[in-house]
């Protein structure tokens, strides 16, 4: 699924709105923080280790494996995703992985009718595929190949007048219905972007709508970009965004098994009853098939920032533009194979460090995901060759390659929840990637092991600029004007949705990363079939040298979080990001209250009336409820035991002598630092979606992908649910003293 | 010429970064501030006046006016401009006026050859002139039409490969830098907007470059704003943008007789001496004519901010696109008609109140600028039925129809010049109009009128919400957010160029109004021939009702200024606005040292470089020389006084006894306070052009249009001529005081 990581960033910034959010002081006097390392790790050795597993590093294994894995669509469900699924559980065990191939069926549809037709005020038929290039040796395949389709979209064969809606979050249908217009019996038309595309289709049903078509626009996916496909990277006119649009910020993975795993003889639900399975038909399309249904809409001219970059007077409609959209799908259980790959640990068995990248694709899947697969698995290879010198991980090691990420996150959120228990007692971290490309390194993930992944970044050089991947970032900070370039360790983005890491972090609640490059690989060949082996080797990392740094990065957490005697979770980092949470949370409370006020206030004054253009329809906003005043005390004196905890952690790990604990003290330590972040998970879980039980991070229910920092809070404040505020700042409140209490049983244990 | 007012004002607030700046506090405890007219004028004798002025306009008549005046291109030299010019010195004549034909012989160039060919890498013959359209009547005509062209380009024959510069401005040939690009010897391709259009080749030209060519882009005008002529108002793809590119941001009118009246007989530079006539060909081109132009070009992708609305990829170049321009004019003196209308003052007939608004057009010229001269027209009948009722005017009354504005201000400017001094003696205040539209009321000037002009607004109603002018705005302002919106007087934006004004307000320090409707009118019929009668009957003022209420608040300025025993400047509203240009100007100085601080810096740490895309050109930015302090103290110590100095005169002025003045101390007063904006010209001028003597305001020398407040110190620190900030901090200052000395002197009248 991937999404560029700076998008990622660029999505948290903009729905937290804390780009300028100062952090609560966080009031210990400094003192000097040790290396993650300093008392736990004999760095030597360590160096030595890693040394060699950068020495075998090639990155021609890493161009060979993309070539085969992604010379033919690899759907779940489909052949070569079983090749796929083979050949890495091949790789691992002949790397010395104790190997299996879990598998789970899940719910996947598959197209079977997909029409869309303008059938007034002229008729027109679309072109609804994508052309074979010479360029692009794969792009002629037609076998196994899943046309340009919407998964989890509901059946159906409507006909209506179009609306166009702009992005279609719910701020759109605002707008609209200022321009005095009702989506209710309408098919609507919607950009990609915004938003992660599920939303769009839900927003529209929950405004009545009876369709929905999805078109990627070239200003913001094609020609405006930059030059297209095959010219250059971007998006050719004929090109499709495949893509699920299941509700999964409601719950990802199988829709019939929500929150255990969909296992052969697992009790399903009924699909009629399945709540994240659309409920009306959605269907994506190029801007070459988006050209005609926006020239024949009429009605008020588009607000300035709806407008994309057709050569068109952006109109809303509703009408003349009618069209017919009919799609019915292959309602079927596939079967998602997760090769899993283990290294038992010598000292701590039971206690296990995780890597995981899919290797489904909506088509061939080159750059996604198999850019960081075939990374993934030269890092299991460097590790094997590890293995040969005798050497053996202190912790277990597990490698997977997850199958079905692309409709709904299935072969991963299957396995965590068909595990869960077992996962909440023995997992360490995940750690994830997904596709990757090339620029700069991209980090998100749980802040208690910020410090312990900058400690990385900080040795790992850039494969073109001879400079720290950390110092990289840095410069690009600076150049940014960010308050945070000189910030010592550079903050890694909390995690939304969006990849595998999801149950993970969301669900289990275990601390989990999610890494890769971006930034200057361009393009927009993004889940269509020009995703392709050709596309990447010219316009991505053809060279392998930043999936081959990846994999340098990668092993280096995963040696280190397996070799350490006290794991490298660290807290400072992670009470200063929250910290930025809290204040961002309590601005926006602020920003609610203030735009109430002066929207009402303007409604008082007539103000919208008087300044309106008589002309034309454009109806005052509606008045907003008013908004109580909310009491952050309890999580304020919350923060503060929070703080105080993470800091006296600090003092007694700097007090620590080299060698002085002794092993069974150093388990204890290590089973309460691992439960930290599990801490901070409710099983009550969130407002309407209870399978999201992490109260310091999910994916937004309105924005998909977009991150919400402490979400009960936030969304409570964006959907006006003002109770749900006063409750979730008591809950939060509760999660940050339940981490205070383990933090604090560490320390004690140090300074016994 | 004219443009938007929103345009004026939005460009006022970005060159002068002031929306946000925080005024210098007015120290001065509040008083009750009289109105205008308390003291001076019989206000129910006036309320009769303008009532029975209001009661005979009738829209019937502007439309009739406008229909005839646009019935064919109308440019100076043109047999309808002669027609028109002596058309409106009829009426004024049978309206009671005293009316004669002022003429200048002025320099004009009109094309005789025009070609334009792209001849690389395809040779493609663009189409380079507009069509007929059946739905508007005179776009037909081809008599006396000149075609599409830049006045005052060069002639010249160039052949060179293009480079796209957005809009041609100083900041785009720094990205340009950045990006390895040197315009030396090629053609720049511009778009129109970002500056007035003669700042592009002028630039150019300063950069190297050999040719320009300027073109309007659908993104800024044209179909992406909204649906194009004739189904709607906006630019067609054929749509050429006419226009001056004389560099009268150096001095406006006749480039060979600066200063001085263009006379049969006066003494004229020779044309290759003239310094405002440009170096370079240039040539305005329509979008479909730069859409095969674009397609051509080659080089790094523009960057965001520069791309347009056209279906292509924009490329930077150079080249491969190569063309050919060929340019000839035809340098000839053209005789400008101006007619000019007085009723002589009854009591004070060397006390002079103006009306201007120019007759001459690029082609058929309907909204621009019959539009405006058709009110003017409308409120001088109307004047002229007072007169009818034995009424006269205590002061002399002035209507004059400018002819050759659109070349160059030609038709005002040597108007101006040649009475510079009977002007500075007699001219109470001068009043432009333009072409004026549907919506809000626009106002900028002289801010010792801000007070007056809001007394007129918050009087006469929106002709089609029932509300005050002033109220209406008020309402848009509050809907905006904008800081002043509660602020009593509304604010006035500060007059850059564009209209007759100029030489009044910036060569001869005359206080100036202009006003117009906007804001509703949509539209981009702007210098082309589609500027019509029938375009503004079905997109513009078609009924004439913002048009009658132009010369209701225009009667009444006229009317009040004319009938005041006291003339109504008022100095608080104008001090409280240089303040805010201070504080802007010191902020800018802020900026500046800020920026400077942070480029070193980021090039001291390589930051440029190490954020840098290795695959791409893109070089750091030049270092920046460094920003010393300066010492605005004497400016604050100035404005201490000046604010005095107001407020002192509020209190006389509230003290005094309605008839208690002498007709004499009334005559001195106003001798005083009709000098009071002239104190603040200083013979020196500007930096570079001394032709522009307003220390207080002036068009930017690289905005062109767009307002530079206290130019003299805002100029130095943007091109970074720091011995230039020093001076006129002080150039100002004395400015200032002398203006403090005149109101001070008013005050002692008032209260001997």
Chains 1, 2 share one sequence.
């Not at 990581?5 to 709105?17: D, H, Y």
């Amino acid at each position: 699924m991937k999404i560029k990581f700076n998008l990622v960033m660029f999505l948290f910034l903009i729905v937290n709105g804390c780009t300028n959010s100062t952090a609560v002081k966080t009031s210990e006097p400094e003192i000097d923080l040790v290396s993650t390392f300093d008392v736990s790790l004999d760095m030597e050795n360590q160096k030595n280790l890693e040394s060699q597993f950068d020495s075998v590093l090639d990155p021609q294994n890493l161009d060979k494996w993309m070539k085969h894995m992604s010379s033919k669509p690899h759907h779940v469900g489909s052949p070569w995703s079983k090749q796929n699924a083979e050949y890495i559980a091949k790789h691992l065990k002949s790397w010395g992985f104790e190997t299996e191939i879990t598998t789970f069926d899940v719910l996947v549809p598959f197209p079977k009718i997909m029409n869309l037709e303008l059938i007034e005020p002229n008729k027109v038929t679309l072109k609804l595929n994508e052309p074979a290039l010479k360029e692009d040796a794969t792009s002629s395949i037609k076998k196994d190949l899943l046309p340009g389709y919407n998964a989890f979209s509901s059946d159906g064969n409507v006909t209506a007048e179009l609306v166009f809606v702009n992005y279609g979050i719910p701020g759109d249908y605002e707008e609209l219905a200022r321009l005095g217009i009702d989506v209710k019996g309408k098919i609507v038309l919607a950009k990609y972007g915004g938003s992660w595309r599920g939303i769009k289709p839900k927003v529209a049903h929950e405004n009545g709508a009876i369709g929905c078509i999805i078109f990627s626009d070239p200003k913001d996916d094609g020609y405006v970009r930059g030059d297209v496909y095959p010219k250059g990277p971007y998006r050719m006119e004929h090109g499709i965004q495949r893509g699920s649009v299941l509700d999964m910020p409601m719950y990802p993975g199988d829709p019939l098994t929500p929150g255990y795993g969909a296992t052969k003889d697992a009790k399903r639900l009924a699909i009629e009853d399945a709540p994240t399975i659309m409920k009306i038909p959605v269907m994506p399309i190029s801007y070459a098939d988006a050209l005609p249904l926006l020239k024949a809409l009429e009605g008020p001219v588009a607000p300035d920032n709806w407008k994309g970059g057709l050569p068109v007077t952006y109109h809303v409609g509703p009408g003349p533009a009618k069209v017919n959209l009919h799609l019915e799908f292959e309602w079927k259980l596939r079967t998602a194979y997760n090769p899993v790959g283990r290294i038992k640990g010598s000292v701590y068995p039971n206690e296990w460090i995780m890597r995981g990248n899919h290797h489904d694709g909506w088509a061939q899947g080159a750059a996604d995901p198999i850019s960081g697969m075939v990374s993934l698995m030269e890092e299991a290879r460097a590790i094997g060759e590890l293995l040969k010198t005798g050497w053996k991980p202190k912790r277990t090691l597990i490698y997977a390659g997850w199958d079905a990420e692309e409709p709904a996150l299935l072969g991963s959120t299957e396995w965590v929840e068909h595990n869960r228990d077992e996962i909440r007692e023995k997992m360490v971290a995940y750690i994830n990637t997904d596709g990757t490309g090339v620029g700069f390194l991209g980090v998100g993930g749980s802040h208690s092991l910020e410090k312990f992944v900058n400690e990385v970044s900080a040795e790992v050089l850039d494969p073109v600029q001879n400079i720290s991947l950390q110092e990289r970032n840095r410069a690009r900070l600076r150049v940014n004007g960010n308050k945070d370039a000189e910030r010592k360790d550079l903050r890694i983005y909390p995690l939304g949705a969006g990849s595998d890491y999801t149950a993970f972090i969301h669900h289990a609640g275990v601390p989990s990363l999610n890494l890769g490059f971006g930034g200057e690989s361009g393009g927009g060949s993004y889940h269509s079939i020009f995703d392709s082996y050709d596309h990447y080797k010219r316009f991505s990392d053809g060279d392998y040298k930043y999936g081959t740094t990846l994999a340098k990065v990668n092993g280096r957490l995963v040696l280190r979080l397996s070799e350490s005697d006290i794991l490298p979770f660290r807290f400072t980092n992670m009470v200063d990001n929250i910290a930025t949470f809290i204040e961002s949370n309590k601005k926006l409370a602020e920003d609610v209250t203030k735009k109430t006020d002066e929207r009402n206030n303007l409604l008082d004054l007539k103000a919208f009336t008087i300044a309106g253009n008589p002309k034309k329809t454009y109806l005052p906003p509606q008045r907003l409820d008013e908004v109580p005043s909310f009491d952050f005390s309890s999580l304020d004196a919350a923060f503060v035991r929070l703080n105080a905890s993470a800091w006296n952690y600090e003092k007694a790990l700097s007090k620590l002598q080299k060698g002085s604990l002794s092993a069974a003290k150093k388990s204890e330590i290590n089973n309460i630092l691992k439960n930290v972040d599990q801490a901070m998970v409710s099983d009550g879980g969130l407002p309407r979606r209870d399978w999201f039980k992490n109260m310091i991070y999910a994916p937004g229910f309105y924005t998909g992908y977009g991150v919400k920092t402490l979400p009960g809070i936030r969304e409570g404040l964006e959907q006006r649910n003002w109770n749900e505020v006063d409750t979730y700042i008591q809950e939060v409140a509760k999660a940050l003293d339940r981490a205070a209490a383990k933090i604090n049983m560490a320390s004690n244990i140090l300074s016994r």
